[in-house]
């Protein structure tokens, strides 16, 4: 399963890549506010893009086809591991179609429903963005709908890769696991907390407590 950093913080990417930790990046434009202050959107695109070798996804902001596909064009340019994200809405996806059709990566988010899934993997999206999390929020089944979107995709054998996002808690990416979702993307704290365990941290103080008692150099 391919580990996606969903963050547009370029510290939190490059400490986590530098460590060999992350596939790739998925941003969005309330990531991306938070994160560029004065900075040019353009100029910190292409900073993430480098900071990883993998998949970038970097959203478009515009609600009609014809717009998405323009902002698509020119942000696929930025740097080829750029995968453009589009909402799944109609026009979304009538822009999936022609960005696919021209050979552009796009990143259909804002699912939460097998059938929007479905249209998704219809309209040739690389990737689809179910939203755990959110689904959650409002006391449904996130996981759940990783699971039939899996199913639906094994029985037609569509290629849309299954990311699973908005997620929350380490528990998330288990299950994803489990249900074999292709790709997470996760917010760094929770990166961070897929790391650690107390039983690691009192396992490597006491080897190195009984090393240092024998007082002789390893090598
Ligand atoms: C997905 O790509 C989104 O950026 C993200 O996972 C949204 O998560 P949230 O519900 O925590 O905002």
Known sequence: MKIFLDTADLEEIRRAAEAGLIDGVTTNPSLLAKAAGDRNPRELFREIAEAVAGP????VVATDAAGMV???????????????????TEEGLRACRTLRSRGVGVNVTLCFSPLQALLAAKADATFVSPFVGRLDDVSSDGMRLI??????YDQYAF?????????????????????????????????????????????????????????????
């Open 56 to 59: 970038v996804s970097a959203e």
């Open 70 to 88: 323009a902002e698509g064009e020119q942000l696929a340019q930025i740097h080829p591991n750029i995968v453009v994200k589009v909402p799944l």
């Open 147 to 152: 699971a039939q979107i899996r199913e639906i």
């Open 159 to 219: 290629e849309t890769e299954i990311l699973v996002a908005s997620v929350r808690h380490p528990q998330h990416v288990v299950e994803a696991a489990l249900l074999g979702a292709d790709c997470v993307t996760l917010p760094p704290s929770v990166l961070w907390q897929m790391l650690r365990h107390p039983l690691t941290d009192h396992g490597v103080e006491a080897f190195l407590r009984d090393w240092k008692a024998l007082g002789k150099p390893l090598l």
